[in-house]
C-alpha cells in the first residue's frame, strides 16, 4: 500500500510542469511534425533531382488565354492583327447576360480609378490628403468622345489585356480571365450606348488616319484623338497633364535641359524619349510613343494651326 501511495504521489509532482526549451515528445507523428516544401527554398527531401522546391511549369503547358487560336478571341484583333472593331460572336448573342456579368467585373478592377459612373472619378483618381493629385495621369472618362464613339471593342479590350500608356494602367491579364474582359467590354459599351444614343456597339472607330498620301493637319487633328495626346495636353490654352498645344509651334520653352525651340526636331525627341527635355512646372508622366515620320510631320502642321 505504502509503495503505491508513493507511486501516485510520483506521479502527481511530475505532472506539474516546467519551462524546457526541448521540442515537444510525439509518440505518434503526422503532419505537425513532417516536413514540408516551402517555395524559394531548397528541397531538402530528395524528392526532386534538381534540388528545387519551386516548380516549374510541365514542359509543353500553355496557359489559359495564350492558346493563339482565336486571335479575337484572346488578344482582341482581327484577322490583320488590327484592333477588332467587332465583337467577338457569342458576347453579341448575349449582349445582355454578357453585360450584366461584366457590370460586377467593372466594379471590382476597374471602378478604384475610373469610377462607378465611368466618368474617371474612381477613389484612386481623387485627392490626396495634401490636395495634390494621387495619380500623375488622371484615368479618363469613359463616356469620352475618343473612347465611346471612336475606339473600337477590340482596344478597349486590348487596354485591359496589356495595359496602356506604358503601364500607367497595368495589364489586368493575371487578375481577369478572357471571358470576362470581353463581359467588361461588353458592359462600358451598353452604359456608354445608354449615356448617349449616337454610341453605336460595334463603332467603325479611328484606329489611325491615312498617312500614305504624305502628311496633313487633318490626319494630325485625327492623331490628336486617337493617340490619346489629348487626355494630357489641351488646345485651348487650359493647363493639363502637359502643356497646352496652343500657340505652342514656335514658341522658347523652359525645359530641364534649358531653352527649347517647339520645332521639328523637338517634336520628334518628344515623341521618341520624352523624359530628355521636360518642361519646367510639368511632370515628367508622358511614355515614348511609337509613330510614324509621316504621323509626326501630320501632328507637326496640326500644330501649327493652333494659333
Not at 493575371?174 to 458592359?187: G, M
Amino acid at each position: 500500500m505504502k509503495k503505491v501511495l508513493l507511486l501516485s504521489l510520483m506521479s502527481v509532482a511530475g505532472c506539474r510542469g516546467w519551462d524546457t526549451e526541448e521540442r515537444p515528445i510525439h509518440l505518434i507523428k503526422n503532419m505537425d511534425t513532417q516536413e514540408r516544401g516551402r517555395a524559394g527554398r531548397r528541397d531538402s527531401t530528395g524528392l526532386f533531382a534538381d534540388g528545387r522546391m519551386s516548380r516549374l511549369p510541365v514542359e509543353g503547358t500553355v496557359a489559359q488565354g495564350q492558346l493563339g487560336e482565336d486571335p479575337l478571341w484572346e488578344e482582341g484583333v482581327d484577322e490583320k492583327g488590327e484592333p477588332s472593331k467587332v465583337l467577338p460572336a457569342n458576347v453579341k448573342t448575349e449582349f445582355e447576360a454578357q453585360a450584366a456579368h461584366g457590370r460586377g467585373r467593372f466594379e471590382i478592377y476597374c471602378t478604384p480609378c475610373h469610377g462607378p459612373a465611368m466618368d474617371g472619378k474612381g477613389t484612386i483618381a481623387a485627392l490626396a490628403l495634401d490636395g495634390g493629385p494621387r495619380l500623375t495621369v488622371p484615368p479618363p472618362s469613359l463616356h469620352m468622345e475618343r473612347i465611346s464613339k471612336e475606339m473600337v471593342v477590340g482596344k478597349i479590350y486590348s487596354a485591359i489585356r496589356n495595359g496602356v500608356n506604358a503601364g500607367n494602367m497595368p495589364s489586368y491579364a493575371p487578375q481577369i480571365p478572357v471571358a470576362d474582359r470581353w463581359a467588361i467590354v461588353a458592359y462600358v459599351k451598353s452604359e456608354q450606348m445608354k449615356k448617349d444614343p449616337a454610341v453605336q456597339m460595334e463603332p467603325g472607330g479611328v484606329v489611325g488616319p491615312d498617312t500614305s498620301k504624305g502628311p496633313t493637319a487633318e490626319a494630325g487633328a485625327v492623331l490628336y484623338k486617337t493617340k490619346t495626346c489629348n487626355a494630357c495636353h489641351s488646345i485651348d490654352g487650359s493647363k493639363l497633364v502637359g502643356p497646352s498645344f496652343k500657340g505652342v509651334w514656335g514658341k522658347t520653352e523652359q525645359t530641364s535641359a534649358g531653352d527649347v525651340v517647339v520645332d521639328m526636331a523637338y517634336l520628334k525627341e518628344s515623341v521618341t524619349a520624352p523624359m530628355a527635355k521636360i518642361v519646367n512646372g510639368y511632370p515628367p508622366a508622358m511614355p515614348p510613343q511609337v509613330l510614324t515620320d509621316p504621323e509626326i510631320e501630320s501632328i507637326a502642321l496640326f500644330l501649327q494651326t493652333l494659333k
